[in-house]
């Protein structure tokens, strides 16, 4: 939009659809009055990074500074922002505006305004398109940036902008965070990883389920979960039918939620999560003769993401993370996906990023 003031920024980019990132040299707006500017510290690596750096899903704009999963600290505010202050650490997730006028948005749910604009690829006010958290500073509205707790680890932390608030809005939407609930987590990925640690802090009883048995180690001995479920084997299927209150299904690849239906208790519900990029397969009469439910979540709200972050500082979740530099984000890509990463990547954006890189 000409006239409006720009600012310097630097990142990595993707120029086309083979994805691959390098170093681009690019403007942000200027801090406006509702605005604050973060310096990027840590920014983690979601699958829908690699989906957009590829154009997977058919609206990608080059060049594009992918990640949503920012944490930084505040270095600039405008006049009118009284809720953030310079020098605290303040984290930006999957959107970073939303109109701001509708009934969703004037109810905490901007997350499904339909004028949502999310940290990347979203047509943003000043009418260019957003670039993310895969560079040195952001501005945001402060309204959509949260404060994050001085003693939850920064790196550890960027994650939860994301996945952390994926499984949390849904265990608290659908009931199964109350103590004492028996809830399912199928996927042990970077949004299963932190299912488990949420469910286990709300006081659930949890089990994980897999295709097969190679995370039960992983998941009894080191996260946490009371008991590990292997979906292919009709033994322990068999066994485990109506022992569920909930289940947080987190897997994206295609595979059917029938079999997950026998495990519910009478009401019971299974919430999708994952996102699947085809139809899924769904038989009905275990619905209906159990009066179960099949629901779906996408992120949360600003104020309930200041929430899970206050509760994960509380209970000191934070997301497991390999922390790599910036040169190495296109190796990264590579291995997420093959699935190589426990459980997700986080670059250390202010140590690594070098501007000598363009």
């Not at 299927?237 to 519910?264: K, N, R, W, Y």
């Not at 899924?280 to 979540?297: E, T």
Request: with cysteine; proline share 4%; glycine share 12%.
């Amino acid at each position: 939009m000409a006239g409006v003031e720009k600012v310097a920024a630097f990142g990595w980019a993707a120029r086309d659809t083979s994805g691959a990132l390098s170093p681009f040299h690019f403007s942000r707006r200027a801090v406006g009055e509702s605005d604050v500017k973060l310096k990027v510290l840590f920014c983690g690596i979601c699958h829908s990074d690699l989906h957009l750096a590829r154009n997977d899903w058919g609206y990608s704009i080059y060049p594009l500074v992918p990640g949503h999963e920012i944490v930084g600290v505040v270095t600039e505010v405008g006049s009118g922002v009284e809720a953030l202050k310079v020098g605290d650490k303040a984290g930006v997730g999957y959107y970073c505006n939303s109109c701001q006028a509708c009934e969703n948005c004037n109810t905490h749910l901007e997350n499904y305004c339909t004028k949502m604009v999310t940290t990347v690829c979203g047509a943003d006010k000043d009418g260019t398109f957003t670039q993310g958290g895969f560079s040195d500073i952001m501005v945001v509205e402060a309204r959509y940036v949260v404060r994050i707790p001085n003693n939850l680890p920064l790196a550890g932390a960027a994650p939860l902008l994301c996945a952390g608030i994926t499984v949390y809005s849904p265990l608290k939407y659908y009931g199964l965070s109350k103590p004492g609930m028996q809830i399912g987590v199928v996927g042990l990925g970077g949004l299963g990883h932190v299912a488990v640690k949420f469910a286990k802090a709300f006081g659930a009883t949890v089990t994980v389920i897999s295709t097969s048995s190679g995370k039960r180690q992983e998941a009894l001995e080191r996260l946490g979960a009371d008991s590990f479920l292997v979906s292919r084997d009709p033994d322990q299927m068999q066994a485990a039918s109506e022992t569920l209150d909930g289940i947080i299904d987190t897997v994206s690849a295609f595979h059917s939620i029938t079999p997950l239906l026998s495990l519910l208790k009478t009401s019971g519900k299974l919430v999708v999560v994952g996102a699947p990029t085809l139809p899924l397969d769904l038989y009905l009469f275990p619905l209906i003769l159990g009066r179960k439910m099949v629901g779906g979540s996408c992120t949360g709200g600003i104020k309930e993401t200041q929430e899970m972050i206050d509760f994960a500082a509380e209970n000191g979740i934070t997301a497991d993370v390999e922390v790599i530099p910036m040169d190495y984000v296109n190796t990264a890509m590579g291995r997420l996906e093959k699935g190589d990463v426990k459980y997700r990547f986080v670059i250390d954006v202010s140590n690594t990023l070098k501007p000598t890189q363009a």
